[in-house]
């Protein structure tokens, strides 16, 4: 499932790429990816130029005239992929968005994925994106802002992914963010030195720039198809249960964190 790093890429591409083309046609297979019916959604978006495109937590924004947005969700992943004039589409896709210079974008959604419509006066509104946090990435992610977050008594793991407290990280690049700071995704965050939280907050963006510089994850594809250098390799305990913990040989283990499981060194992350 692409995380912030992934997504990231995708809308610089598409900013680049999108920039004042003029939507003309679609073609909309799946009525329940879409928060309008398919002419309403269809009538709506033809005419409209594309402004800017950027992202919110794990939402693609869509920026277009008319003070209107397209948003994005890739819900558990997707291939949203750029067509060049009579480049040859792909057998599967959800949504297809065509412009008046005869390039389009597609977009397949594995699972849950999500494409919305709506103007601009209903953003600040929108159920799904309007309670995300600002990004790990961004200037107002600062140590003090982090310190303040992690005042609850949450699970520190839990506070992380948490998308009303930061927004898009997911249950990928977490697992080795936690072993580098030498952290059990179950320790309570209140319970943390502030020193502790102080190199939890730059592993974090470490972590996530380093992912960013690589090109994202390796099974992710990019707009223009093309899939990425993240390997398996890369990873430091993440998805390598068994395996010798790099740091001190001990095996990593895989464990239950809530909803989600977490990869450790149980000798470098104690409870």
Known sequence: ???????????????EQLQSKEFQEGELRQE????????????????KKVVKVYNKGKWIFIQLSDE??????LGMGADILYHE?????????????????????????????????LPDVELPQHKATKDIA???????????YFRQLCSARSQIKN???????????GNVYIHDILFRAKIHPQKVANTLESCKLDNLHRIIQENLENALERGGLFYERDFYGQKNGFTREDFLVAYKEGEPCPEC???IEKIKTGSTSSYICPQCQKL
């Open 32 to 47: 329940k990816s879409l928060n309008l019916p398919v002419d309403e959604f269809l009538e709506k978006i033809r005419g």
């Open 249 to 251: 040989g001990n095996t």
């Open 159 to 169: 506070l992380i992914l948490n998308q009303k407290k930061i927004g898009g990280i």
């Open 1 to 15: 499932m692409a995380e912030l790093p992934e997504i990231m890429i995708l809308t610089s591409q598409m900013d």
């Open 85 to 117: 004039t009579d480049q040859e589409l792909p057998d599967e896709y959800q949504c297809l968005f065509q412009f008046t210079d005869g390039s389009s974008f597609s977009c397949k959604f594995w699972w849950i994925g999500r494409a919305e419509l």
């Open 68 to 73: 209107y947005h397209l948003l994005l969700n």
């Open 134 to 144: 600002i990004s790990p990435l961004g200037e107002e992610f600062t140590p003090e």
